[in-house]
T-cell receptor
Framework: KNEVEQSPQNLTAQEGEFITINCSYS?????LHWLQQHPGGGIVSLFM???GKKKHGRLIATINIQEKHSSLHITASHPRDSAVYIC???????????FGKGTKLSVKP | DTGVSQNPRHKITKRGQNVTFRCDPI?????LYWYRQTLGQGPEFLTY????????KSRLLSDRFSAERPKGSFSTLEIQRTEQGDSAMYLC?????????????????FGNGTRLTVT
């Protein structure tokens, strides 16, 4: 069993829909990252959080430390949101991020 | 802020050859990380540096892999005697860790990666 599990693996949505991507982890963590990866490989850090909720534009990330679960929400989705969204957790090691396999999101116009 | 730069973007090599990749982090960042990503998978940690010191290496990093960051700025990742299983995207990231947060709260900035194909 992977230490970081994401669901769903693939997600297709219509433009304007509200989207939720989930991340569950099994290890103790100090921080959780949500990352966005576009075709071609470039990765952008969206959020880093260790408790509560963060919001940036149409993106909202929440984390429940007790339940070892985080969600990434996208409101009013747009085709330009199409990308792979990756959850990663930082455990006891300062260097080692453990990544989920990613959720491939496709938003249709 | 010029971002994290990786070169080359693509590398095709024959099995058995050596390859070297370069990563230039954001200039004031003291932490530099290397990750490997295969198709359909999330990135996997390989190694990281704090300044010029290599502080951690993954078990994934076999003896054929070596990374350096000689002056605490750019880093190189060398793979000797490449195998087909080495084909992957090699990602570099950097961050600024302070003695207060020890790196736990520092966001990562990724480069666009070097895609290696071993034929």
């Amino acid at each position: 069993k992977n230490e970081v599990e994401q669901s769903p693996q693939n997600l297709t949505a219509q433009e304007g829909e509200f989207i939720t991507i989930n991340c569950s982890y099994s290890v103790g963590i100090s921080a959780l990252h949500w990352l966005q990866q576009h075709p071609g490989g470039g990765i952008v850090s969206l959020f880093m959080l260790s408790s509560g909720k963060k919001k940036h534009g149409r993106l909202i990330a929440t984390i429940n430390i007790q339940e070892k679960h985080s969600s990434l929400h996208i409101t009013a989705s747009h085709p330009r949101d199409s990308a792979v969204y990756i959850c990663a957790v930082r455990g006891g090691s300062q260097g080692n991020l453990i990544f989920g396999k990613g959720t491939k999101l496709s938003v249709k116009p | 802020d010029t971002g994290v730069s990786q070169n080359p973007r693509h590398k095709i090599t024959k099995r058995g050859q050596n390859v070297t990749f370069r990563c230039d982090p954001i200039s004031e960042h003291n932490r530099l990380y290397w990750y490997r990503q295969t198709l359909g998978q999330g990135p996997e940690f390989l190694t990281y540096f704090q300044n010029e010191a290599q502080l951690e290496k993954s078990r994934l990093l076999s003896d054929r892999f070596s990374a350096e960051r000689p002056k605490g700025s750019f880093s190189t990742l060398e793979i000797q005697r490449t195998e087909q299983g080495d084909s992957a995207m090699y990602l570099c990231a950097s961050s600024l860790a302070t003695r207060w947060d020890r790196g736990y709260n520092s966001p990562l900035h990724f480069g666009n990666g070097t895609r290696l194909t071993v034929t």
